[in-house]
């Protein structure tokens, strides 16, 4: 389109009327590549999201009152030795998404005196 020659009116209608083309069929390109795009990217989503499920087990629920035994989730020196679990805290209040105040038993133990803990980090007191 560099070597046209523009001598009248009518050429350089024309001239925008194939630049608008060109810009059409440039937008339409980029709306299929989205759309594309998008279905590949909920098609991955959905094979992560069966992967996932695939391995996954419902928590553990606790009541109030039962014994549990919550994980350390502090490690610094000199504690590569000590038990992955501090307890028995007795469970003292159910919250939502399987989340629990918990209360130590035993005040001379290691380990916070009242705290808050998720299912996936706590376990049932062995009896």
Request: glycine share 4%.
């Amino acid at each position: 389109m560099v070597g046209i020659n523009m001598r009248c009116k009518e050429d350089l209608e024309i001239l925008d009327l194939l630049r608008q083309e060109e810009i059409d069929q440039y937008d339409e390109q980029r709306e299929d590549i989205r759309m594309k795009a998008k279905q590949q990217i909920l098609q991955v989503q959905e094979e992560n999201r069966k992967t996932f499920n695939e391995k996954r087990k419902p928590s553990s629920q606790y009541k109030e009152g039962d014994l549990v035994a919550i994980k350390r989730t502090q490690y610094g020196p000199g504690l590569k030795l000590k038990p992955k679990y501090l307890g028995p805290y007795r469970v003292t209040k159910v919250k939502r998404k399987d989340r629990y105040d918990v209360e130590k038993m035993d005040t001379a133990a290691e380990g916070p005196n009242k705290t808050s803990s998720s299912a996936d980090q706590m376990k049932p007191w062995p009896n």
